[in-house]
């Protein structure tokens, strides 16, 4: 179905609902990547925007000239370091987040009155996804059933006038997910703050908070200390909790490049990842036609949650072969003593149980940590999600730390962020709890007063609207009800407030679960031309390095209603702050130069940002232990930590579930049904489970049964229910198995969380399997 829509060639969108029931199992793939990958990307690209749009975006993905893509964070090669970017600077799942953005399926006006809102809430993620992109601001007034369009400035008055009808600031909640620029997240927490609040949850909550809380504490800084030539001249990779393949396929590159310089890789993973197996470059004759690189020399299937007990065991394994770097360790570093006397002891009995792993292999996975002379420690949602989440990157920490392996060349720690712009979106203040020189630059340079109070984040958010002492959400980007845990008591808590708004590129699960009086406004995604009064604009982005870089997007917007999101914040602001507020909110939107110009006043390390951003690489941010070796923690030194290794308790018959990404989806945004390298077509609802565990369960191969969560607290069990998933015998370690997020999100409880770090555990819920 093709049809013309405001003189854009619009192709058509599945109107029934789509079918994931069929099911292809296939073995798990042996490498990643290679031909196959090109020829899936340049498939779903033609799909989705037709051969002009595919030719004109594809080459400006990651190019000095385009876009950043809107895909990960994995940072691109920089000049400096004397590296070439390819004409392909992309990956096929950077094609396929592009695709999604840079679709020409339009959801406007005629849709939603097709569609009630109820109609809406019954489809699946990927139904919703694959209807297209926003076209028109909307309304759902309390009652009514369908969304209905309204005018910009009627829309920023109507959540003006509800929000400041609150009884306090604190009645609402600003979240904001990483996609978003920086230049829109500095105005946007200055419009939070400014209003009264400090109520900012991110998707960083529920992604790298812990790695952000174990870095502060430890190094004093919660980012990554490695840039891009760092990770390619390491002689060891420990590749934590991660599947690159998928999700940071650009990654592989650099892995490869390790491999060929001789340096080795391990993998710390419950499942066998293809992409960290072997990789095919689609860029050399090697990966075109050969078998592609063998990465991981040893690959660890580690139990879920068995990460601190490995690294607890690999630390004493270092002390007693007494490869500790004494010089780092006395000239920048406090808690040496007291963490050696309790990491000297082994316990292996225990360690084996924790890990599933063999003495042996731990051994010699410590021999190779002990020979290397520039380790560098990669990790992903497979630590930030566990219990024990902040604990385990502390004893990362600690392994790197009696190495010596902070602040030189080649080695340091390494948090892969997720989306692209999640780590900007914090250097700009988008944190529910930013320290107090912020807050004090903030006021002196606006000269309006800031709260200091701290704010909720993510699952604080959820409790308070639960309760009733947040009735308003405001979300920037991203999709709060389906990227949220336990499902079920999150949607009511979204249906029971009085105003929700979503600040939307394409239709998700959160415009369909609503507030009473909810609103939709579409914007700018990254691929598009944002032309302003003072002409056309670029944003800014930080990677997972810290480099900051212009993006600029060249294609026509999805519709000539949009508003970036810089102008949306800025219009929305002076409603909500009123004619006298002493910040020009107008002068934002014509000029985004102005908006730099007090992020180069305000946020450290942002000095003459004007100038620095136009540099072709853009500029990094300082980093004090990658530096300098300079740790402003709390004792001026990094901190070696005492970290206890709680065991999991896993009753009888049940198994340990982690919930993660298939090969064809960007967190919420449902691509397709293809988990490519792990064999699975044609369906997300499965649960992979070892085929040892499945014959101990007493089920076959192929059963459909509810998954069924168990979480007790207080000496009660609460259990939570997601019906109708397919067993596939898949060779994932013992007692644990995996679904795809966000459809096992419903088993996730509210209450379960990451100690510090307040993230939900969505890598080790204890389920049961109950036969339909
Ligand atoms: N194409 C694509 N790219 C993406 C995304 C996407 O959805 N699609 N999402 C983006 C975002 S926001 C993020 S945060 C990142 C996520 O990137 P990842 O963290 O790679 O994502 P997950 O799919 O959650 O994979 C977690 C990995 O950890 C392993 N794991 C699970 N439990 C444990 C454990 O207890 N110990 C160890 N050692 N490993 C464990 C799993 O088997 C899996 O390989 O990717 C980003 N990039
Ligand atoms: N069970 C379970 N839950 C999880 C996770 C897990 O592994 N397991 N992972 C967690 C993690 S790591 C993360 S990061 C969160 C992700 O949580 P979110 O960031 O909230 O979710 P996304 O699916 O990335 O958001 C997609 C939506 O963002 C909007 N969007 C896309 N681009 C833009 C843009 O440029 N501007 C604006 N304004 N909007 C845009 C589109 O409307 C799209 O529908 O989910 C978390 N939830
Ligand atoms: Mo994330």
């Known amino acids: ?295 991981a020399d040893e690959f660890a299937q580690i139990r879920i949650g068995g990460d601190l007990a490995l690294f607890r065991a690999i630390n004493g394994l ?166 949220t845990p336990d499902t079920e008591a999150t949607e009511q808590a979204l249906r029971d407030c009085e105003l929700t708004v979503q600040i939307s590129t394409k239709l998700n699960r959160s415009h369909a679960v609503a507030g009473r009086t909810a609103l939709i406004l579409p914007t700018l995604g990254r691929t598009e031309k944002d032309v302003q009064a003072g002409g056309e604009q670029f944003v800014t982005v930080e990677d997972s390095m810290s480099v900051v870089h212009r993006s600029r997007g060249r294609l026509e917007p999805a519709s000539e209603h949009l508003l970036s999101e810089v102008a949306i914040v800025s219009r929305l602001a002076r409603r909500l702050l009123g004619n006298g507020h002493p910040v020009r909110w107008e002068v934002f939107e014509t000029d985004y130069d102005a908006v730099r110009d007090h992020i180069a006043n305000v946020v450290p390390g942002c000095e003459d940002y004007n100038r620095r951003v136009r540099e072709p690489d853009g500029f990094v941010l300082p980093h004090p232990p990658r530096d300098s070796r300079t740790f402003r923690t709390a004792t001026g030194k990094a901190n070696f930590t005492v970290n206890e290794a709680a065991p999991l308790e896993l009753p009888e018959g049940r198994l340990l579930l982690q919930t993660l990404r298939s090969h064809d989806q960007y967190n919420t945004t449902i691509y397709g049904l293809s988990d490519r390298y792990r064999g699975i077509e044609d369906a997300r609802r499965v649960v992979m489970v070892n085929p040892a565990d499945v014959e101990a369960l007493g089920f076959a191969d192929g059963d459909v049964v509810d998954l069924v969560s168990e979480w007790g607290q207080d000496g009660t069990t609460e259990e939570r229910r997601a019906e109708r998933f397919r067993i596939v015998a898949y060779p994932t370690a013992r007692d644990c198995a995996a679904a795809y997020y966000p459809e096992a999100n419903a088993l996730v409880p509210l209450g379960s969380v990451a100690e510090r770090s307040n993230t939900p555990v969505s890598k080790a819920i204890v389920v049961r399997l109950e036969r339909r």
């Open 1 to 295: 179905m093709i049809e013309a829509h405001s003189g854009h060639m619009v192709r058509g969108a599945p109107e029934q609902d789509i079918d994931e029931s069929a099911l292809e199992v296939g073995s798990p793939k042996r490498a990643a990547a290679g031909v196959k990958g090109v020829l899936v990307s340049l498939q779903r690209s033609w799909e989705q925007m037709g051969a002009g749009r595919t030719l004109k975006t594809l080459p400006l993905l990651n190019q000095r000239s385009g876009f950043d893509c809107p895909g990960c964070a994995w940072p691109d090669p920089r000049e400096e370091d004397g590296d070439r970017r390819k004409l392909a600077e992309f990956c096929e799942n950077g094609a396929k987040a592009v695709a999604e953005e840079a679709t020409t399926r339009r959801v406007g006006p005629e849709f939603f009155a097709r569609h009630p809102i109820a109609e809406l809430a019954g489809k699946t993620d990927y139904w919703l996804g694959q209807q297209g992109r926003l076209t028109q601001p909307m309304v759902r007034l309390d009652g009514d059933e369908h969304y209905r369009p309204i005018g910009w400035a009627d829309a920023f008055d109507l959540i003006a006038e509800r929000l400041n009808g609150l009884d306090s600031p604190d009645e609402a909640v600003f979240y904001t997910s990483g996609r978003t620029s920086n230049e829109a997240a500095f105005l946007y927490q200055l419009m939070v703050r400014g209003f009264g609040t400090n109520n900012l949850p991110d998707c960083s909550n529920m992604c790298h908070e812990s790695s952000g809380s174990a870095l502060t504490e430890t190094i004093g800084i919660g980012k990554g200390s490695v840039s891009l030539a760092d990770v390619e001249q390491a002689d060891l990779v420990l590749v934590v909790g991660q599947n690159p393949g998928t999700n940071h396929p650009r990654m592989l590159s650099s892995l490869e490049k390790v491999k060929r310089r001789g340096g080795r890789i391990i993998a710390v993973n419950p499942l066998p990842e293809t992409g960290l197996m072997r990789f095919k470059n689609p860029q050399n004759v090697r990966g075109v036609i050969g078998g592609g690189t063998p990465l």
């Open 318 to 483: 270092v002390l007693e072969a007494g490869a500790v770097d004494r010089e780092f360790v006395d000239a920048h570093t406090h808690g040496f003593e007291e963490f050696a006397a309790q990491a000297a002891e082994i316990d292996w009995a225990a360690t084996e149980e924790a890990t599933g792993l063999e003495r042996a292999q731990i051994e010699r996975i410590a021999g190779m940590v002990i020979a290397s002379e520039r380790t560098v420690a990669c990790w992903a949602m497979g630590l930030t999600q566990q219990k024990a989440a902040v604990a385990t990157i502390r004893e990362v920490v600690n392994l790197l730390l009696l190495r010596g392996m902070i602040g030189k060349p080649g080695a340091g720690v390494c948090p892969v962020r997720g989306h692209s712009n999640v780590q900007g979106d914090r250097t700009m203040g988008i944190w529910e709890k930013m320290p107090k020189a912020f807050l004090d630059a903030l006021e002196a340079e606006f000269g309006v007063p800031v709260p200091r109070r701290h704010g909720l984040d993510t699952v604080d958010s959820l409790r308070a609207m639960r309760d009733g002492r947040v009735r308003a959400f405001v979300g920037m980007g991203g999709n709060f009800v389906a990227a």
